[in-house]
């Protein structure tokens, strides 16, 4: 009994701790590289393969912790609700500006995918890297994809979008803050729009709409597309 | 009483439509307060997540301690003076106060978590019997979302359980996350092929996310400037609205 407890309590402690320690770290080096999670992964990766414990043995634990995957996808509602004020003023730029983004995030992945010979689970993987996870997870799951290649694709799409994000806007003269806003919520999501933050509070706020708008948008393209072929 | 430098309540932004204006001012004293870093004992949330637009939860349980506290008189014989027993039992009570709401907050955050799971699992039993075939997640999302719209719920019966949703969303994922481990023979030998795609497709949707909102605001705007000129000119605002379509009719 005591080791059944024990079993199922590694993997939710191990799991707290590598975050609560990505947390400290990334508050004292601020870099975009130190996201949370990905030092939390990766620390727990690494304590899982020194140790040789079972990818099972861990995750009979974490289940408990992903259980919570569905209501903090449902709670997007909520973030959405709070910043419909904002999207009615600016509702066809954002909507033109995020439909346009999808569909060139779809397209691209997938002939980028086939161009460079991946297989058909991880092109179905890749295809929703733009939007935030758990909406990208779900798309992932429904076309066939791996869903922790997903994961991993849509981090790296983040941490990249919100470290080019300043380069890109002087790059293409965006000179709109909603413009840039927008293409930074659209590419690199919630990641990216901790960085527009950092930068203007406008930015900021359209980027976190852009999440929801273009999130919905590229779950609709892409199931569309695959309820028609599927 | 707003002519402060805190641009998040500029009428522009269109943010502060639902926020009373005394809460908007507990907002900007909660922000000078930072600016001064005075305050250490008050609560700034080491997550905060970009999905968050303001605080409004946090901000009324921390004006509700500073009420509280403030309503305590230290002086208990009421002999003008402060010995360092009252100061002692004085701090002991505001640290029990703040246990206090903090505690009421911790049980608020669960029960409305628990509606929250009520709300997917509603969704997901929906979902199934959609059919189209779109996952749960979703479907429980635009559940709430429908529901929030409506007023069914209200943003304060979810406002708290929402934010802490919000603010630990990295956590959830460690789970899925780790999962890579076991794909880990898929990835390896493509990892430099999925960066390289990675970073070209980010590049491509911020170019042409950019350019489009761009264009679609400028044109908004000539479409506007050139409505506006027309009902000037012509002086009669049908006349002007007429002469406008039949001209781009032709």
């Known amino acids: 009994m005591l080791l059944t407890a024990l079993h199922v309590s590694f993997g939710i402690i191990l799991s707290i701790v590598a975050f609560e320690g990505a947390v400290w770290l990334n508050k004292h080096i601020r870099t975009p590289l130190l996201n949370p999670l990905l030092v939390a992964v990766t620390f727990i990766i690494v304590i899982l393969t020194t140790f040789r414990i079972p990818l099972s043995d861990y995750q009979q634990g974490a289940r408990v912790i992903s259980f919570f995957l569905g209501p903090a996808t449902a709670v997007l509602a909520f973030s959405i609700y709070q910043q419909i004020t904002i999207l009615k003023k600016h509702f066809i730029p954002v909507l033109a500006g995020c439909l346009m983004g999808s569909i060139t995030s779809i397209v691209s992945s997938y002939l980028l995918c086939k161009a460079f010979g991946m297989d058909q689970a991880v092109t179905m993987s890749t295809l929703p890297k733009s939007v935030t996870t758990p909406i990208a997870m779900s798309i992932s799951q429904e076309l066939g994809g791996i869903t922790s290649i997903t994961v991993a694709v849509v981090i790296a799409s983040g941490i990249m979008g919100s470290i080019l994000a300043p380069t890109l806007t002087k790059l293409f003269h965006v000179k709109s803050p909603i413009a840039a806003g927008v293409a930074i919520g659209t590419c690199s999501h919630a990641i990216g729009t901790s960085k527009a933050l950092e930068i203007n509070e406008l930015e900021g706020a359209m980027s976190g709409i852009a999440i929801g708008v273009s999130g919905l948008i590229t779950m609709i393209i892409a199931l569309t597309y695959h309820s028609l072929l599927g | ?250």
């Open chain 2, 1 to 250: 009483m707003r002519d402060d430098d805190s641009t998040l309540f500029d009428d522009d932004h269109g943010m502060a439509s639902n926020l009373g204006d005394d809460i908007a001012d507990e907002v900007v004293a909660e922000e000078e307060r930072e600016r001064e870093g005075a305050d250490r004992d008050s609560r700034v949330p080491l997550l905060q997540s970009p999905l968050r637009v303001v605080d409004e939860a946090d901000v009324v349980s921390e004006s509700l301690i500073k009420r509280k506290v403030d309503a305590i008189n230290p002086d208990l014989n009421g002999d003008g003076v402060i010995s360092p027993r009252e100061a002692r039992i004085a701090r002991m009570r505001k640290a029990l106060i703040r246990a206090h709401v903090h505690l009421h907050k911790a049980v608020r955050i669960i029960l409305q978590i628990a509606l929250i799971v009520a709300v997917c699992m509603a969704g997901e039993r929906l979902a199934d019997i959609l059919p189209v075939d779109v996952p749960s997640n979703i479907v429980s999302m635009i559940v709430l979302l429908v529901f929030l719209m409506t007023g069914t719920l209200r943003m304060r019966n979810i406002a708290d359980g929402a934010n802490f949703l919000l603010d630990h969303m990295s956590i959830f994922f460690i789970p899925a996350a780790v999962a890579i481990m076991g794909s880990f023979s898929m990835i390896a030998p493509n990892i430099i092929k999925l960066v390289l795609i990675c970073l070209i497709t980010t590049v491509l949707v911020f170019f042409v996310t950019s350019f489009t909102v761009s264009t679609v605001m400028n044109l908004m705007a000539r479409l506007d400037a050139r409505k506006a000129r027309a009902a000037i000119a012509g002086g009669d605002a049908q006349a002007a609205v007429r002469t406008d379509s039949k001209e781009g009719a032709r």
